[in-house]
């Protein structure tokens, strides 16, 4: 009887350990488990443009932002020596040029020339990455309006950043040259060609309250700033 008993008792032991053990393998992993070891993380996909015009100011520009709002810019002449700076685009601006690049396909087996004689505007060129996908295409003036958009956008990108790079070294070297730069800024602002006027807000709120620079230059930055901020409060 006894034997009976213990002979029935080891059975349903291995019998429980054997189904704790099957539960174990087949169970997904724990919520907070972390990736497995050595998976790569996801790729981000990124957008280029560059554009080369000859004898033209300026005759490189290159562009590249990916999706996460992180970039670098290269704007100079062909003969100075690359010298791409990095900088941080907010998400409505890339948000719109991942949108743009999508309905282009993001560049993959698309004509943008509009294959006529025209006169050279400069070779400009679209790129799209992710991971091992690569694709580009390369135009000197184009009808599609989708690329236009995205044209007109990464130039403004390029005008924003040699504002922000003209008027930081005016206001280190140069401060009579300060209110011909702000000038220009408030130009290509009236013009809406600056993607991200907000970015100007810091420097120019900095320089309308310094001392070292005239009148004229601080009383023009604080009237801008005040635009900028009351055009981005109306969103």
């Known amino acids: 009887?006894?034997?009976?008993?213990?002979?029935?008792?080891?059975?349903?032991?291995?019998?429980?350990?054997?189904?704790i053990l099957l539960y174990s393998l087949g169970r997904p992993p724990a919520a907070?488990?972390?990736?497995?070891?050595?998976?790569?993380?996801?790729?981000?996909?990124?957008?280029?443009?560059?554009?080369?015009?000859k004898s033209s100011y300026p005759e490189f520009t290159e562009i590249k932002i990916t999706e996460s709002g992180s970039g670098t810019y290269d704007i100079r002449q062909l003969d100075d020596d690359p010298a791409p700076q990095a900088f941080e685009m907010g998400a409505p601006v890339v948000q719109k040029n991942i949108d743009l690049a999508s309905k282009l396909h993001n560049f993959q087996g698309i004509d943008l020339e509009v294959?006529?004689?025209?006169?050279?505007?400069?070779?400009?060129?679209?790129?799209?990455?992710?991971g091992a996908e690569k694709h580009d295409v390369?135009?000197?003036y184009t009808l599609d309006t989708t690329a236009a958009q995205l044209l007109?956008?990464?130039?403004?990108?390029?005008?924003?950043?040699?504002?922000?790079?003209?008027?930081?070294?005016?206001?280190?070297?140069?401060?009579l040259g300060v209110n011909d730069v702000i000038r220009q800024i408030e130009s290509d602002y009236n013009a809406k060609i600056l993607p991200e006027p907000q970015r100007f807000l810091i420097i120019l709120d900095q320089l309308a309250t310094d001392q070292k620079f005239i009148d004229i230059a601080r009383q023009r930055a604080a009237s801008l700033a005040a635009r900028i901020r009351s055009s981005s409060s109306a969103y």
Not at 1 to 19: F, P, T, V
Not at 153 to 175: C, K, N, V, W
């Open 32 to 53: 907070n488990a972390g990736p497995a070891p050595g998976a790569r993380p996801a790729e981000e996909a990124s957008i280029t443009f560059r554009k080369t015009f």
């Open 138 to 140: 390369t135009f000197n």
């Open 152 to 175: 007109q956008t990464f130039e403004g990108i390029a005008r924003q950043e040699l504002d922000l790079a003209d008027l930081q070294r005016t206001m280190r070297y140069d401060h």
């Open 115 to 130: 294959h006529r004689r025209l006169a050279n505007l400069g070779e400009k060129t679209f790129r799209y990455e992710k």
């Open 1 to 19: 009887m006894n034997s009976r008993r213990l002979h029935s008792g080891a059975a349903a032991g291995l019998i429980l350990a054997a189904a």
